[in-house]
């Protein structure tokens, strides 16, 4: 499992850059978002669907109930099933491209994994690795107000402000199917991100609390020092 979290951080920073580019290749011009074609992009978005696919037997194997993996899986499906096809259509790249800028939280969240498992958490873990933790469940939460609930949202608001300022580009050359799904897609995935932030809210407030009472226990501990 840890190899797996090491490997993610890396796997996902690399997706996340080529995400980047390719949507600022495509960004600028309406024609580009809507009939655009980035290679970098492309292949960030092959990344995470063979990702995607790695992970569903994975998720079968480990026996985890469907009450608690649900969201992951159609998470995964709903993401590798809409960029697969834009891939085949050729249309709407810089949406799907856009969108797989989220993996950015998948790195952060690795790190903490990582140090959880590793018995470097802010409960078990001296000062300097508890703070490294605080930090790191600090910078995961971060990133994912940034990349899930403030992209999301911005993603949607960005897909119908095109179809309003620029019909003749958008409607022309798109489906009324791929209209309908791609914010349907997106909205399910930030719904998706909303059910997930609460508990990853609660585990950072945790670890806050935490932190602070291992600092007010080592201040203690160096004032008696001190004192004796």
């Keep these: 499992s840890s190899s797996d979290n090491l490997w993610s951080i890396v ?12 949507a600022w290749e495509l960004g600028f011009s309406p024609a580009d978002r809507w009939v655009g074609r980035s290679e970098t992009g492309v292949l960030a978005g092959l990344l995470v669907c063979a990702d ?6 994975v998720q079968f194997a480990k026996k985890v109930p469907l009450s608690k993996s649900w969201t992951v899986l159609a998470h995964h499906v709903a993401q590798t099933g809409t960029f697969l096809l834009a891939l085949h259509t050729g249309r709407c790249h810089f949406w799907g491209i856009l969108a797989t800028v989220s993996e950015a939280t998948n790195p952060p969240i690795s790190v903490v994994f990582t140090l959880k498992e590793c018995n ?13 933790y ?6 995961c939460w971060l990133s994912f107000v940034a990349f899930r609930m403030v992209l ?12 309003l300022q620029h019909p003749a580009v958008s409607f022309d050359n798109t489906s009324g199917g791929e209209l309908l799904l791609y914010p349907t897609v997106m909205s399910l995935m930030f719904y998706l991100s909303v059910l997930w932030f609460k508990p990853l809210t609660e ?26």
């Design 203 to 228: 585990g950072t407030r945790k670890v806050w609390r935490q932190w602070n009472e291992l600092s007010a226990c080592s201040s203690a501990s160096r004032g008696n020092q001190k004192m004796n």
């Design 120 to 132: 470097l958490d802010s409960s078990s873990a001296p000062a300097l690795s508890s703070s490294f």
């Design 52 to 57: 995607n696919l790695c992970q569903l037997p």
């Design 152 to 163: 999301y949202p911005s993603w949607l608001l960005a897909f119908a402000s095109d179809l």
């Design 134 to 139: 605080m930090l790191a469940s600090m910078v």
């Design 11 to 22: 796997f996902h920073s690399y997706i996340t850059c080529l995400a980047c580019a390719g």
